[in-house]
């Protein structure tokens, strides 16, 4: 078994895919809902995995099951190798060396990562962490729970009616007493795109850590951790094609050497005494237990097909999907759309008249698309908006134009039957 020693950025293929083609990668797209054909527009809650995803998982369990790190015998190097292999690929995938890639069981454990640590070690009483009115709970809950128990402060950046962040008085944000700005690389309801380059950098010169969440950028537009310059950077593996219970936090190698370890125990130690015990470098000190070896060999596997296709061809196919969408929704009567900002990812979100959202989504069920209704995890967002609830579509490349017609005339019944 051969450990690939440097994986090099990945080129775009030069031409965009057959996108009929790459949806029949995808088996759970074929799936009948009621006697109609599935129209999955859910995907910001989760993606499907296409079969590579699924032959690496099933590969792994039937060729080199075994647990990793600790073993002499051939089984334990070969799965040993896979799991630290995968780290490379991410590593490359993002821009980031792979001392820098700590793997989690998604986005929030490892915004949790991030709190308890960068917290136990930077925070003291009257420090100030900024987080955003449009973060997902994942992104607001640990920092709250953060500043209550250090006596900090949380400041929230706040959304115009357009739905993007109002960064005009942005340095009133950046104090001497800041010392984290966490905020959504891409708004889960919104699909607003924010402009996390220009954000970072400020917070940068005024030597401010940053962490970006960006488990609604990573599946959607290409990501390089060099550019965007932020300290931390969160992501889910299942909202990328990859399995559940797999994500990333990359930690910049400024920094990760500075943090005490999260969880403790097997795996993550140098050395062990009944009194004390000192601990392995990084990213293994962060990942103490058995880790989801069978995740992190998908996410490789989810990784590979995202470049095999080209994360631009992805891009760029999401956006035509959005604007068709966007047209056609237009025809709904009723229909009103929150978040409608100029850079945006693939991602509606509606109210339609005075229809409870939750009855649109069980409607639009009944003809086979599957769209979220709920707050999705953005109380506070929706709080600012002044509604409760709202019915989200979500789309990724393997979705059809056909696939929003159906959304379009399910809405468009739904109005009929609830007038
Ligand atoms: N952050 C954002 C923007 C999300 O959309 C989500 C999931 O919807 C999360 C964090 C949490 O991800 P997970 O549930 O995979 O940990």
Redesign the pocket.
């Given at each position: 078994m051969i450990v690939k020693t440097e994986i090099p950025r990945q080129p775009e293929p030069i031409h965009a895919p057959d996108w009929s083609a790459v949806r029949r990668d995808f088996p759970a797209l074929a799936v009948e809902v009621y006697g109609k054909p599935l129209a999955y527009l859910d995907n910001?809650?989760?993606a499907h995995k296409p079969q590579s995803v699924i032959d690496a998982i099933v590969r792994h369990y039937t060729e080199s099951n075994a647990n990793i790190h600790r073993g002499s015998h051939y089984l334990s190097q070969k799965a040993t190798d896979e799991y630290e292999n995968a780290r490379k690929t991410v590593a490359q995938f993002i821009g980031a060396s792979d001392r820098e890639i700590i793997f989690t069981?998604?986005?929030?454990?490892?915004?949790n990562l991030a709190a308890a640590t960068f917290g136990r070690r930077f925070l003291d009483t009257g420090d100030e962490i900024v987080v955003s009115e449009m973060?997902?709970h994942?992104?607001i809950v640990p920092w709250q729970m953060l500043c209550k128990e250090k006596g900090a402060k949380l400041r929230i950046i706040p959304v115009s009616d357009s739905g993007e962040l109002i960064t005009d008085n942005l340095e009133a944000f950046l104090g001497n007493r800041t010392k984290l700005v966490a905020l959504?690389?891409?708004?889960?309801s919104l699909g607003t795109i924010n402009p996390v380059r220009e954000i970072v950098a400020a917070a940068r010169e005024r030597g401010i850590a940053t962490l970006l969440?960006g488990?609604?950028a990573v599946p959607h537009l290409p990501v390089n951790i060099r550019e965007l310059g932020c300290d931390f950077y969160?992501f889910?593996g299942?909202?990328l094609y990859a399995p559940?219970g797999i994500?990333v936090l990359f930690v910049s190698k400024r920094l990760i050497d500075e943090l005490p370890p999260y969880q403790t125990g097997g795996g993550m130690i140098r050395r062990v005494t009944l009194e004390r015990s000192t601990f392995d470098d990084a990213p293994g000190r962060f990942e103490a237990g058995t880790p989801n070896i069978e995740g992190a060999i998908g996410l490789a596997a989810a990784i590979e097909y995202v470049q095999f296709i080209g994360i631009s061809h992805i891009a760029a196919r999401e956006q035509e999907l959005l604007g068709y969408a966007n047209k056609k929704l237009a025809d709904v009567p009723g229909l009103k759309i929150y978040g409608e900002a100029t850079e945006k990812a693939s991602v509606i979100s509606f109210t339609l008249g005075d229809i409870h959202p939750h009855d649109v989504g069980s409607f639009l069920d009944r003809e086979g698309v599957a769209a979220r209704a709920g707050h999705?995890?953005n109380q506070p967002l929706w709080s600012r908006f002044g509604v409760p609830a709202t019915t989200r579509a979500s789309m990724a490349f393997y979705n059809t134009e056909s696939e929003i017609d159906a959304l379009v005339e399910g809405l468009q019944a739904a109005v009929s039957f609830f007038s």
């Open positions: 910001a809650a989760t069981r998604g986005a929030t454990e490892s915004v973060e997902h994942s992104n959504t690389h891409v708004s889960n969440d488990a609604q969160a889910s299942h909202k559940s994500g999705h995890c």
